[in-house]
Nanobody
Framework: VQLVESGGGLVQAGGSLRLSCAAS????????MAWFRQPPGKEREFVAA????????HYADSVKGRFTISRDNAENTQYLQMNNLKPSDTAVYYC??????????????????WGQGTQVTVSS
């Protein structure tokens, strides 16, 4: 499985960005998909996860109400819509995936497949 993120960049506080994660090598319609991030000098942390059919989602408290995770199984792609961005959201954002697709774990170690990351920088 190969995952490629895109959509990162520099944005002012209060702005929005939409990250995409395109998968190849395997159809991920039965997999959980997730986003993690690693702020400068800190550990990687959970952001959001979505079940195989999009019926269940889970968010970190720090992004709840501002970020929305979604997926398009026909395109083998997941998305992270980020609104009302804050400087504290500055990080490298990674997409990840695992099987089975009904669980929404927040621990990065249980996700075997990862993208290379995309930088999001929010200026104050």
């Amino acid at each position: 499985v190969q995952l490629v993120e895109s959509g990162g960049g520099l944005v002012q506080a209060g702005g929005s960005l939409r990250l995409s994660c395109a998968a190849s090598g395997r159809t991920l319609s039965s997999y959980t998909m997730a986003w993690f991030r690693q702020p400068p000098g800190k550990e990687r942390e959970f952001v959001a996860a979505i079940s195989w059919n999009g019926g269940n989602t889970h968010y970190a408290d720090s992004v709840k109400g501002r970020f929305t995770i979604s997926r398009d199984n026909a395109e083998n792609t997941q998305y992270l819509q980020m609104n009302n961005l804050k400087p504290s959201d500055t990080a490298v954002y990674y997409c990840a995936t695992r099987f089975p697709g009904h669980e929404l774990p927040v621990i990065s170690d249980v996700y075997p497949y990862w993208g290379q990351g995309t930088q999001v920088t929010v200026s104050s």
